[in-house]
């Protein structure tokens, strides 16, 4: 196929930025949310070192928005997720978690809180805007959900804070973790937050007028270029030494958030009804049967992400899977996120896993395998 | 990225026939469903011959269902849909709209009624699981709705009655259009539907149990080789000539059955409630401002699909745009399917089209462009 076409016709969509990342040397795409989001830059090991030493600006207008506005906008924004959003102020971010009736995960976005009737729900891969059309319909409540014309960028990386500053002026650097501001660059319609999916410090800056995706991408690059910003995209490696999840891969609608060790995002004290508050109840009081857990795996460097779910095995018994596996350059070590069950979760286990290369034993370890905070700190 | 791999780990689903495609000559893939899906075998004017002069098969495991069984499964499979099911019997199969609230189109799957309260829907691409899992929720019904492991195949043009005869007998040759049949081959485990997205003779093979899939694929091969049987995929010169539609392509969130010119797959006398009955009774009473056309296109023959929303111009006025266009070698001309000002949508109408390179001269044709029982009757 054609790199300028991506060829099969209209039936995936093209983010506003696509041909920015084309110039700038985007080599390989996937599809996320019915859109194409670049994925290869050339070199993925070099783009995590972009990362990680300097920044980098990624194409992720995959990351479409769910907004919910109306009268009853916060009730219902509330019923969505488990996550106790009582306390949530205007100009605040949250990362959540939706559940369906069974308690099982539809999706990971993080939610804005633009106004106190005003929503957006910038999601992981899966059409969250049908699951809360559906929801809608039959609640009561008088709510809109439409999908605003919203293309987030993400801006990552140690010195993403120093591209921001000269992109924004001092008063960006304010900017807590996870809230968010209103801006304007140019004249093009922005909301900027302070959140990514990279464990590096971060922002997103949301492009609110499709038409400019060009200019935006254009006027962050020349501003960032001579401070080390470099183009690129998502990294596998940084996401899984930092523990985050690839919904689909690591998540679905059959895991629940007690399995992934997400409990904290679960409030099943709150007065508020939710979606699922009956079944994760159950969950909890029952306990889980499988555990998300780290893992390092021996042998040879990974030449690059698993492509299928590797079986786990302790002695001869099937014990679970690797939902992602990559070899991280800067641990010098194969990490993993994998799926097992409970009595093999503890830390230090030793299993043994499927690779495309044969069997290979493998230990269950300490995630995030990699915390720049910490590292921060400790500096 | 390597071929083996489609490479950016597990988050994109593999079918139970992704192995088998690659053995038979796949050369690259999309995203459909969250799932990969065989769209090219190197050459596509060689697949459309294929398929309109013998028989192709196609991997189009990325067409999910969404199974809804329960007491009251009848009564909510009607609420998805505007079309009368109300005759709908067991054994057979019902092209439909899913719409929302607002009128709008969420998909266009096939309904099979596998029993008096069993039914399932062979997705488009969107994520129609959780459309219904969220109308549920506050519906009052009591359904259960899930994806079932069930993968189909497409056996689609002339010749795939006799590939059909040979694997499963003389018998299969009364099913008749729009019905299905369960079958096994081997002992796999099938539904078999005189279906398809072809316009052609032909049947889709629904595999139930994804750990059979390189077996299915490979006993039918081996049957169908010596009659004709290539290894393909969906056709977009086919189906653009049929003038079938492409969700997101032809048709979103945004289009209303009105607009398609499917008033056919709506029925607002019937008593039954279904989602958007209300906004469908204005759209139909104030009627539409656009309409889907068929365009014949002037010009030398596009080198593939168009890529991009073509705008559609009449002298200085935008009045729509190209949703799909492709030069079908049958009918040696440029066909594309647009949507345009209802004032623009009479046939013979002189419209100027922005292609790849440049402005172009077209005509607004009559549609489907081609059709295949037509040549069969008149033959």
Known sequence: MQLQDYGFGTQ????????????????????????????????????????????????????????????????????LTPRNLSNMAVGQCKYV?????????LNDPVLLRLGETHFWLSLADSDILLWAQGLAVHSGLDVTIREPDVSPLQLQGPKSGEVMR????????????????????????????????????????????????????????????????KPGHTSTIRRVEGGMLSYHADADMHTNPYELGLGRLVDL?????????????????????????????????????????????????????VTSAVHSPRLDRNIALAMVGAEWAEIGTRLEVVTDSGMTGATVAEKPFFDARKQLAAA
């Open 12 to 79: 995936i969509r093209k983010s506003p930025f696509f041909d920015a990342t084309l110039r700038w040397g985007a080599k390989g795409f996937s599809v996320y949310n019915h859109m194409y989001i670049p994925r290869d830059f050339g070199d993925p090991v070099q783009n995590f070192w972009n990362l990680v030493n300097d920044a980098i600006l990624c194409d992720v207008a995959v990351e479409r928005q769910v907004e919910i506005t109306g009268p009853d906008a916060a009730r219902f924004t509330q019923m």
């Open 97 to 105: 978690l939706i559940t369906n009736a069974e308690g099982g995960i």
């Open 269 to 321: 004290e709150m007065e508020a009804e939710f979606i699922g508050k009956a079944a994760l109840r159950r969950i909890r009081d029952t306990g889980v049967t499988r555990k998300q857990v780290g893992l390092v795996i021996d042998g040879a460097p990974l030449d690059g992400p698993n492509t299928r779910f590797w079986t786990v095995w302790h002695g001869g018994t099937d014990v679970g899977h």
């Open 166 to 229: 000269a992109l924004f002026g001092d008063s960006i650097m304010d900017l807590r973790y996870y809230w968010w501001r209103e801006m304007d660059l140019d004249g093009i319609p922005l909301i900027v937050s302070r959140t990514g999916w990279s464990s590096e410090l971060g922002y997103e800056i949301y492009l609110r007028d499709g038409s400019r995706g060009n200019a935006l991408w254009e006027r962050i690059m020349a501003t960032g270029l001579p401070l080390g910003l």
